[in-house]
């Protein structure tokens, strides 16, 4: 069964309730005395990019961290299609930056993939025809006998994020995935992102320190502001798409979107 | 570069040869390399050498095997638990200077002589680097290959057999390897001192008898079986840890 076949068996849900894959309200953080997030609320809808954006210290992997059930709020909660986040589910997952150390050295790139069908208990035998698919969709037909570390840095982090694909997940948490690659590399994951992201209808939460990319991948951005983070700004991103690295670059709406979030990012970082 | 190290033992056995020859040399000690070369291939001849190699190598195995599968789960439980290292670092502490032929009474008393007694001296020698490497390789599994195990709900089992055991398995073998030098030492050290059995007991008995071709002999040989079993578990090794670039680029 296919991702896309999955997600037809489950339009979109009319009601506004439906359409929220994950809450979190009236969140706080604290590690010791130090606060490091405060008063979050937070939807994301079904479907939609939403990229978290802030200067460092703001907090926004933990809270990223905080909806993949990783850490759990000192004050308030997340909910996951209603259901109170208390540890980390096969149904959301987590893209992390360091794809060196997220992915199994010792499997090879088939073997890392099929980590979340055993997880899952496919069946053995129909476990290789879906990684071949996933591997395709990221582009590295050919490589599954390959061993991580004898691919790129691109080439890896694109087997991570077949291997979140793998699971099905109703939403991706990705923490600056495309933090560590290349200006070039970068452009075309972020492209390759969104071509899956629409193909399948994904719910991303896409956490990155580069504005531009926030812009560039985002139906919406948050802005935090730091110390202790929280959500200072929500800005809905009106790019028509599908969006391409020169023309939505260039597009008036960007580089307004552009001046708005980075004079309030650099105001946010003086404080 | 391969030949080169050929050259310096060549140049002793002429050497070595050469000198035996003189009526001032210790021959009753030294012997030379024509009995020696002689005394070594009389004893595998006659099957004695390859029973005492035997012998030698099932206590050894024995013995190193019992030390992993005891060490390494124990390494792993303190490794894991800063709270099950605190409450065993004072024992642990305590045995682990322990010299191993000090355990050889207590082992004699528990099994008598034979092999059992044998396989539980080295065990306990080869316990110790077994685990004090399991101990470290379990502390050095990176925290993010946990994470990945939470995200995908493995439940306790299966991340100690899918995460833990092999990210740690490249420095397991290190302890191994390690505990595989110990225990080959220690089986001849028992078997030198009180135990009638083995190339340790082959070596006292020729020595007893003023056999200095069949001591030496006998040195050569473990010192080339020691070299084989190197050389079978570095070639174990390549191939299991074929993923890493960096394996085999240190030897």
């Not at chain 1, 800005?235 to 004079?263: C, G, I, K």
Request: charged residues 20%; aromatic residues 8%.
């Amino acid at each position: 069964m296919t991702l896309a076949t999955i997600r037809l068996q489950f339009p979109p849900a009319q009601d506004s309730s439906g359409s929220i894959q994950l809450k979190v309200s009236k969140a706080g953080l604290s590690i010791g005395a130090k606060r490091i997030l405060q008063d979050i609320d937070l939807e994301v809808r079904k479907g939609e990019v939403l990229c978290l954006i802030g200067p460092s210290g703001s907090g926004k992997t933990s809270l990223l961290r905080m909806m993949g059930g990783f850490i759990s709020a000192s004050e308030g909660m997340v909910l996951a299609q209603g259901r109170k986040v208390v540890a980390p589910s096969r149904r959301i997952a987590f893209v992390f930056q360091d794809y060196g150390r997220a992915l199994l050295p010792w499997r090879t790139v088939r073997g890392n993939i099929e980590l979340p069908l055993e997880a899952r208990g496919t069946p053995r035998a129909e476990r290789a025809a879906i990684s071949e698919r996933l591997l395709d969709q990221v582009g590295l037909a050919n490589t599954s006998n390959v061993y991580p570390r004898q691919l790129s840095g691109g080439m890896q982090q694109r087997v991570q994020i077949a291997r979140t694909l793998a699971q099905s997940p109703d939403v991706l948490l990705m923490d600056e995935p495309f933090g560590a690659l290349d200006a070039m590399t970068r452009e075309a994951l972020q492209d390759e992102l969104l071509k899956l992201a629409a193909i399948q209808n994904m719910t991303i939460v896409f956490v990155t320190h580069d504005l531009e990319e926030a812009i560039y991948l985002g139906d919406r951005v948050v802005a935090l502001g730091a110390n202790p983070g929280r959500i200072a700004a929500v800005v809905d991103v009106d790019l028509p798409r599908p969006r391409n690295q020169l023309t939505t670059r260039e597009d008036t709406r960007f580089l307004a979107l552009r001046h708005r979030l980075r004079a309030f990012l650099t105001e946010e970082g003086r404080k | 570069m391969r030949a080169l190290g050929v050259v310096p033992p060549v140049l002793f056995l002429v050497a070595w040869q050469l000198c035996s020859w003189s009526p001032a040399f210790p021959i009753q000690t030294f012997s030379n390399p024509a009995e020696v070369v002689n005394a070594l291939l009389q004893s595998i001849w006659d099957g004695t050498l390859l029973r005492a190699t035997a012998q030698t190598f099932q206590t050894t195995f024995c013995g190193l095997g019992l030390a992993i599968v005891l060490g390494v789960p124990f390494g792993f439980l303190v490794g894991s638990l800063p709270r099950a290292n605190r409450a065993a670092v004072g024992v642990v502490e305590i045995l682990r200077p322990v010299p191993a032929v000090a355990v050889i009474p207590l082992a004699l008393l528990m099994f008598g002589f034979g092999s059992s007694m044998e396989s539980a001296v080295v065990a306990f020698a080869a316990f110790w680097p077994v685990m004090v490497i399991a101990r470290a390789a379990a502390r050095a599994v990176d925290e993010r290959l946990i994470e990945v195990a939470r995200a995908l709900e493995f439940n306790t089992l299966e991340r100690f057999v899918k995460f833990l055991f092999p990210a740690a398995l490249r420095q397991l073998f290190v302890g191994f390897r390690l505990g595989l030098g110990v225990a080959l030492v220690v089986a001849v050290t028992v078997e030198v001192a009180v135990n009638p059995q083995g190339l340790g007991y082959s070596m006292t008995s020729a020595q007893a008898a003023l056999r200095p071709d069949q001591v030496i002999a006998l040195l050569v040989w473990i010192g080339l079986v020691g070299w084989t079993v190197n050389a079978v578990v570095a070639l174990a090794e390549m191939r299991l840890f074929r993923w890493d670039p960096l394996s085999g680029a240190h030897r």
